[in-house]
Each structure stands twice: as C-alpha cells, then as structure tokens.
C-alpha cells in the first residue's frame, strides 16, 4: 500500500471544492432518483453493508467520472464553460478556482441539464447493482446467471428477488423517456454490458482470456459507455478513451490491493497470474494523469495554472477512491 500512495503522490486538498461539489451533486441525485427504488425494491439494504457500497460506487466511484470530464470537454454546459473560461484567465490560487468550480456545479445541479443529472446516477446506480447481484446475490450456475441476467435486462425474466428487482427498476428507470440523440449511445452501451455479462461467466467457468487481463476489458467498456452515453455530445470520444484508461487502473488497483484476498479464492486475476505487475499500475497511472492534462489543452484550457487545478482535482479524487478500496468500503 505504501508503494501505491508514493506513486500516486500527496493529494493536494485545495483543490476539495470541485471534488465535494462533484459528490454533492451525486448524492442529491442519488437521493431523488435511486433511494426510492431501494425502497420500494429492496428496503431491507439500507443499512446493510451494500446499501453503504451502492451509494459510494455509485457517487463516489461511477458518477463522478462524466461529471469531472464536463470540466475538461470541448463543449462544456455553460455554467461550467463561464467558469471554466474564468479559470482559464486568470492564474488564482486552487482554492479560488475550486469556489468558482463550485458556483457552476451549483447552477447546473439546481437550474439546468436534470435529464443529464436523472441518467448519470441511474446508470451508475445500475453497474454498482449488476456488479454486485451477479457475484454475490444469485446463487445459479454461472451460465444460468448470465442467461438470467441477459433475460432481465431484455425484459424476458421477472425478478424472484430484490437484488433483481432493484437491478430491473434501475434498468427501465434509466432507459425511459430517451432521447433521440440517446437513443443509439445508449442501446450500444447496452451491447456492451450483455458483452460484460458473458465475460464475466467465462471467469467464472474458468475460461483463459488470451489477452491476459483475466476478462476485465469487456466489463471496463461496458461501465464507461454506460456512464459517458449521457454526457457524450459535451465530452466526445477523447473522453471515452480517457474514462477506460481510469476504469482499468481503477481494476488493476483494485486487483493489487485485494491480491492475498483474491489469492485465497477460486478466481485469479491479472495481478495473481503475474500479467499485472506494479509496473504497469505505474505505467498505467501515469498514463490517466497525462491523459487527464491533454484532455484539458485540447478544450482550449491550456493555462498551466488550470491544468494543474484540474489534475490535482482528479489525483485528490483517486486518493480517496483508494482509501475506501483500502478500507473495505468499496469491496
């Protein structure tokens, strides 16, 4: 663990204004459109050990990914592309900036883009739900959880419980009223979870991924053009590139700190087989830390002062998604 934190470097907290507000905005949403399914679905989970998880992958983890790239997107909302231009301009110290940062998150979670807000907490209110009911909340055969699972989310297979149940609501609650600019970003996301959820049985039956990576690819594709989908005519496909580059080093840290865990269970892991080694957690994060600066430049914020604020904003972010992962919170 002390190896990972001196790589990752010491967190800068001047720059906890946008990264609070991000998560505010996430945890009001997720209070106004996932809480009441719980309730209604699966009431007994508040409380329990996942209640706790879903809210923090969902806020914490998941939404917070298409929210810190408005902030780093060609086509900004315009609360963020005011503020944003006002960073931009003028060379203030990081805790003036995350206030202004702030101010936007504000506006747009209060005044504007709720259709936006409704789908970003959905859909990741429902990898969180698909990720955990699959592995821990069905006791089938591997194949028959991914026929299962496949039937539910084609509307083919009614839920027996409320793990299911909660997933199904999710699912129909994030899919209604669609766009017609959503429409086909958002059945192609699908095609990619279907994707994920028959990675993840061949890791259960003991398949060999001939890439190594211990099938961890489809279920990174799946989560990110999921959660991107909402966002995308702001963020484009730099973006999308850039959110798998972090999902996967979120997978490869999760796979290094649960190594003696996973190494007393049945599946390996990249990090067990040896394809992942801590090279590759450091190449791979440096990697999202340049990425994140050439996603900024390329937005037309090229002031050093504002793609310093902005790649702090995101090393703060993952030093907690790293601590929760170290303390249990997100296992």
């Given at each position: 663990m002390a190896a990972l934190r001196q790589l990752m470097g010491k967190p800068d907290p001047s720059v906890g204004e946008l990264t609070r507000a991000i998560r505010r905005t996430a945890y009001r949403n997720y209070d106004r459109y996932v809480m009441p399914l719980v309730q209604q679905h699966w009431p007994e989970l508040i409380g329990q050990g996942f209640g706790k998880k879903l809210r923090f992958l969902t806020c914490d983890l998941y939404a917070s990914a298409p929210y810190s790239v408005l902030f780093s997107s060609p086509n900004r909302p315009l609360a963020i592309r005011l503020a944003t231009a006002f960073a931009n301009r003028l060379p203030l110290p990081n805790r003036v900036l995350g206030f202004g940062t702030r101010l936007a998150m504000s506006a747009i979670k209060r005044l504007a883009y709720q259709h936006e807000h409704r789908r970003i907490v959905l859909v990741a209110a429902f990898i969180a739900c698909v990720d955990h009911v699959f592995d821990h909340c069905m006791e089938d055969e591997p194949v028959e959880r991914g026929r299962k699972m496949h039937d539910l989310l084609n509307g083919k297979y009614a839920p027996d419980t409320p793990g299911l149940a909660l997933t199904r609501a999710i699912h129909q609650a994030m899919s209604h009223r669609l766009t017609l600019e959503e429409?086909?970003?958002?059945?192609?996301?699908?095609?990619?979870?279907?994707?994920?959820?028959?990675?993840?049985?061949?890791?259960?039956?003991?398949?060999?991924?001939?890439?190594?990576?211990?099938?961890?690819?489809?279920?990174?594709?799946?989560?990110?053009?999921?959660?991107i989908f909402p966002v995308y005519r702001y963020a484009g496909e730099a973006a999308r590139q850039w959110m798998y580059d972090v999902s996967m080093f979120v997978q490869l840290m999760d796979d290094w700190i649960d190594y003696e865990v996973d190494a007393a269970g049945d599946r390996t892991t990249p990090v067990i087989t040896g394809s992942w080694k801590f090279e590759d957690v450091e190449s791979m994060w440096k990697g999202t830390v340049s990425g994140i600066e050439e996603l900024t430049r390329a937005a037309g914020l090229k002031a050093p002062h504002y793609v310093r604020f902005v790649r702090e904003a995101y090393v703060l972010m993952m030093h907690e998604v790293a601590d929760a992962m170290i303390d249990g919170i997100a296992d």
């Open positions: 429409n086909d970003p958002f059945h192609a996301a699908m095609v990619r979870v279907h994707d994920w959820i028959d990675s993840e049985v061949s890791a259960m039956t003991g398949e060999d991924d001939p890439t190594g990576l211990g099938f961890r690819v489809a279920g990174v594709e799946g989560t990110i053009d999921g959660l």
